[in-house]
């Protein structure tokens, strides 16, 4: 289930790469655009999603992801028997999401299950869904705070909230220029930093808002969401781990009664404000 999902209609696919060229242009270069198919339209990031999820005991639960993008999460989550859908508030996106599964899924309704709309002010009730996802889109909204508030009010009590998105806050290569970059460079020197690289800064300006580890952990906390460390949790299902060395290395430890160690390990990485990437679970509270 890869390259043949989005190469199946070649007319879509010969759009979707003239549109990020256009929507990218200054920012990616001819292999960067390959790479944003493979990551964001292709399906391989969304079918193990998908897995966690299913391995989370989601099979059969509602699901909506935020910012659904080109669809590949919300399709991935259908193929696993969870009962997903998407909102984005790009039009070409969600055209293309929903032109996709009408191909591999004619049976579902797309326009219900992809949602033109803005994650900022969801069109459902509280308590609408089970689980709710956001990825890499925190990073876009001016005020991610309003979009994690939202996504907790459509949530039922008890139901999971993930979130994937990088940290402004670490030394990392900026994950759209694919440059260095420096904690929360301010705008105005980043801006002169990419013309000085030649590349055009105007998506940093108005398509790139910093968020940070801390920052979101404790926005999180305030909301009284009960935060999870999905590496913590693997400890407690080895099995389920799809890396066969990782789950040998785990089982030695378990045996020499050293996976204590590694939970206190993965706590510290869990909350270093200089790690590349937030990713994490909570669950809304009853």
């Known amino acids: 289930m890869e390259n043949e999902l989005y190469k199946a209609d070649r007319a879509d696919f010969d759009e979707l790469a003239r549109y990020l060229r256009g929507q990218y242009e200054g920012i ?5 655009i390959q790479a944003h198919l493979s990551e964001f339209v292709d399906t391989q990031n969304a079918l193990l999603l998908a897995a966690n999820l299913v391995a989370d005991g989601h099979v059969g639960r509602r699901m909506l992801d935020i910012g659904s993008g080109y669809g ?12 997903a859908c998407g909102i984005e ?22 326009g219900e299950v992809y949602l033109l709309g803005d994650g900022q002010s969801l069109p459902f009730s509280g308590a609408a869904f089970d689980v709710v996802t956001i990825m890499n889109v925190l990073e876009h ?15 039922r009590p008890g139901g999971s909230l993930y979130i994937l998105c990088p940290n402004y806050a670490a030394f990392r290569r900026e994950a759209h220029y694919h440059v260095p970059w420096f904690p929360l460079l301010p705008k105005a ?20 808002h910093y ?10 906390a305030r909301a009284g969401a009960v935060i999870h460390n999905p590496q913590r949790q693997k400890l407690r299902q ?7 060395k990782a789950r040998r290395m785990l089982g030695v430890l378990a045996k020499l009664k050293l996976l204590g160690a590694v939970e206190v390990l993965l706590t510290l990485m869990f909350l270093n404000p200089l790690k590349g990437s ?6 809304k509270r009853g």
């Open 89 to 110: 508030i790009a039009p070409m996106e969600v055209q293309f999401a929903r032109r996709r599964l009408q191909r591999l899924r004619p049976a579902d309704d797309a």
């Open 189 to 208: 020197l980043a801006s002169l930093y990419l013309r000085a690289l030649g590349r055009n800064p105007a998506f940093l300006q108005t398509s790139i």
């Open 278 to 283: 937030i990713n994490l679970k909570a669950v």
């Open 72 to 83: 590949a999460n919300v399709f991935c989550a259908r193929e696993h028997g969870i009962d």
């Open 238 to 244: 080895i099995d389920s781990i799809n890396s066969a």
């Open 211 to 220: 968020c940070t580890n801390w920052g979101v952990l404790a926005h999180l």
């Open 28 to 32: 990616f270069d001819e292999k960067m």
């Open 141 to 155: 909204v001016p005020d991610y705070r309003k979009l994690v508030d939202e996504a907790l009010r459509v949530l």
